[in-house]
């Protein structure tokens, strides 16, 4: 697992992704806080949170 997670980066990447992109960060980055994910699902399109939940099952 990775310890120094440069979260303003992932941040950055996160903005400029495509939805399914942003699934794929959103799931597979480790190391965050509970606070910098909840930062990330600022900038996911709240429509599509059921594809988010589908893809943390």
Do not use: C, W
């Not at 950055?12 to 399914?20: M, T």
């Not at 909840?38 to 996911?44: A, D, S, V």
């Amino acid at each position: 697992m990775e310890q120094n997670v440069n979260f303003e980066a992932v941040k950055e990447q996160f903005k400029n992704s495509s939805l399914d992109e942003q699934i794929r960060i959103y799931t597979t980055t480790s190391g965050l806080t509970v606070e910098q994910f909840k930062e990330l699902l600022k900038y996911f399109p709240i429509q599509h949170l059921d594809k988010l939940e589908k893809a943390m099952a």
